[in-house]
């Protein structure tokens, strides 16, 4: 999507920021690993294709992709964008006939980031997103039957399961948002700080400091 193409949320542990060309060899390399691809229910794809993916996934107006930063990470600007990068968060609009219908896709690619509360933020942050800027009404998710942490934690934002597939070993979960719904997507989101990506690049790029010779 092009409408999130210059934004920057800002959380207390994560950055989420527009998912570009620079992104595509680490996300890249993530994806060459036989257990994203089963988690993710992915095909391998060469880097070209991968960039070609990238490029659709900008211009598509039905799919809205994050990378997920290292906040802790990326506030050193000495450390390239790149190696800040933990995972991916994405909203598909899924039904043509019901934009207010999104599918949630959270990945935390690198194995020791996972188990200590991102996937968590990232699911209250982008919610927010999607509720306030694509006017996202209805929520769902599809999770592998063995990933029980990630059943829990959605469930937990009042997901609740719709369908189990036996063929694809995945759960589908749902949730309208409703006032309930919303008091905990939104409730003490003053942490979350949207931005202009462009100008939070820039501004880190110019504070490197000099290299000496």
Known sequence: MRINE?????GQKVVLVPYNADHVPRYHEWMSSPELQKLTSSEPLTLEQEYDMQRSWREDDDKCTFIILDKQKWA??????????????NIFLTDPSDPSLAELEIM?????YRGKGLGKEVTR???????SK???????????????ISIAMFK????RELSISEVFQEVTLGVTVNEALQKVVFGNMDFMQQREYGKARDFRQ???PPISL
């Open 6 to 10: 210059d934004t920057l949320l800002e």
């Open 125 to 131: 942050m982008m919610m927010c997103y999607g509720i």
């Open 76 to 89: 050193d600007p000495t450390i390239p964008e790149e190696q800040c990068m933990v995972g991916d968060v």
């Open 108 to 112: 935390i690619a690198v194995p020791c």
């Open 156 to 159: 937990k934002f009042h997901f």
């Open 134 to 148: 694509l006017g996202i009404r209805k929520f769902e998710v599809k999770i592998g039957l063995d990933n029980k």
């Open 206 to 208: 110019a504070t490197i």
